[in-house]
Nanobody, 118 residues
Framework: QVQLVESGGGLVQAGGSLRLSCAVS????????MGWYRQAPEKQRDLVAG???????NYADSVKGRFTISRDNAKNTVYLQMNSLKPEDTAVYYC????????????WGQGTQVTVSS
């Protein structure tokens, strides 16, 4: 069984920072790509940032220059450093990981709320 456990969400004022973490645990061979998605009320879930196992990254245009995704392969953990937060960043943030067991499939975290007040 594979579990993704997220932490680091909360309430912050506009312009502030938060750091999200997501650790993958359980029985598996390797974690391949990882990423963060977010979903605001009555909106679809969208990709925020992704990172491959070798560290290549991609970002949504709306967060470029403000958010940084990183990972620690030894800890099977992905991070999202969020700076210069805006009210429109308010959403539930979900961690995603492509896990090889050896068969490969996507797993999701339970979600963590990020609220940015104006």
């Amino acid at each position: 069984q594979v579990q993704l456990v997220e932490s680091g969400g909360g309430l912050v004022q506009a312009g502030g920072s938060l750091r999200l973490s997501c650790a993958v645990s359980g029985s598996f061979f390797r974690v391949n790509s990882m990423g963060w998605y977010r979903q605001a009320p009555e909106k679809q879930r969208d990709l925020v940032a992704g990172i491959t196992r070798d560290g290549s990254t991609n970002y949504a245009d709306s967060v470029k220059g403000r958010f940084t995704i990183s990972r620690d392969n030894a800890k099977n953990t992905v991070y999202l450093q969020m700076n210069s937060l805006k009210p429109e960043d308010t959403a539930v943030y979900y961690c995603n990981a492509q896990v090889q067991r050896p068969g490969s499939r996507d797993y999701w975290g339970q979600g963590t709320q990020v609220t940015v007040s104006s």
